[in-house]
């Protein structure tokens, strides 16, 4: 077995135990307490960077206006798109990932991939319910790629790719959001599995790495055997998660897919609306707002009868 092999061994085992433990479970082995109220201040501290809504704040202190009385009135990517145009909406899509990215991936660097995953909800909760705003805030869509990129990379690249083919088809961003948030789940496991339990194993069987290494801990372990074990061990919450978040992200477009099926939706386009197209499917958005409302509240009453 060559070097070069055996420390890609020793590299992949590395990176998968820092994924699933982090840096501090070990050195705060010993500090149970420390290390989770580290992780809950760490989760905390992914709520309040989420409610830092780059809509929001680049409406009001760039353009001097709110974009959430505009359009849709949804502090967002593709409303920032239709008002301010594709520079604002760039830069608000960016922001938006990079929290999320920055709140995933340094608590999966320090805590592992459990609290990574709670740190990723809190961010995306913050988003859309933002406590510097009111609690209004955008539908969580970029925070969840940003969640989903730092997780689980190869899921992002057929997402975005099946994101991308049902936008330039529909025209519908909204389209494209709900299906491939929906998705996300049975795609995260395929791929998972498959890498774990075919692709990887193979890999070290042909090149004869079916040995003990060395590992972060000091521990020793045979290669094919921890593929196969963590495979176990994350997928379940993995899945879990991702249910969640596509319930989650399908009813915070309730109102889009009603407009969808009604025939009533905008499409996306990178051009900029008029003021006067703006401010006429402001007021079609607001009555149809208004309408869910209404709904909701009808059947809560159904409810309590």
């Known amino acids: 077995m060559s070097l070069s092999l055996y420390s890609f061994a020793n590299l992949l085992y590395d990176y998968e135990y820092i994924k699933l433990n982090g840096l501090l479970r070990e050195v705060l082995a010993d500090k149970a307490l420390v290390f989770y109220l580290g992780a809950f201040l760490w989760i905390l501290l992914s709520y309040i960077l989420g409610a830092l809504n780059f809509a929001i704040l680049l409406s009001k202190h760039v353009y001097h206006d709110d974009i959430r009385g505009h359009g849709s009135g949804n502090a967002g990517f593709t ?51 933002p406590c510097f705003y009111g609690f209004k805030g955008g539908k969580g869509v970029a925070a969840t790629a940003g969640m989903v990129l730092i997780l689980d990379p190869l899921s992002f690249v057929v997402l975005f790719s099946l994101f991308a083919l049902i936008v330039l088809a529909s025209k519908y961003v909204s389209l494209g959001s709900v299906m491939t948030i929906i998705l996300y789940p049975l795609i995260n496991r395929r791929i998972y599995d498959f890498l774990h339990a075919e692709v990887l194993p193979g890999y070290f069987i042909r090149h004869g790495l079916y040995t003990e290494v060395t590992t972060l801990n000091g521990a020793v372990t045979d290669v094919p055997d921890f593929v196969s074990t963590l495979s176990h061990t994350t997928s379940v919450t993995t899945l879990l998660v991702g249910i969640f978040l596509a319930v989650f992200v399908v009813y915070m477009h309730r109102a889009n897919i009603r407009r969808i099926m009604r025939g009533e939706e905008s499409r996306f386009s990178f051009h900029r609306k008029a003021a006067a197209e703006v401010a006429a499917t402001a007021e079609e958005n607001k009555k149809s707002r208004h309408r869910i409302d209404e709904l909701d509240e009808e059947l809560k009453d159904e409810d309590k009868k």
């Open 79 to 129: 409303n920032m798109n239709r008002v301010f145009g594709k520079r604002a909406a760039g830069l608000v899509i960016i922001g938006d990932v990079l929290k999320t990215v920055i709140a995933v991936g340094g608590s999966m660097l320090l805590f592992g991939s459990s609290i990574a995953m709670a740190a990723g909800l809190a961010c995306i909760l913050g988003h859309c319910f």
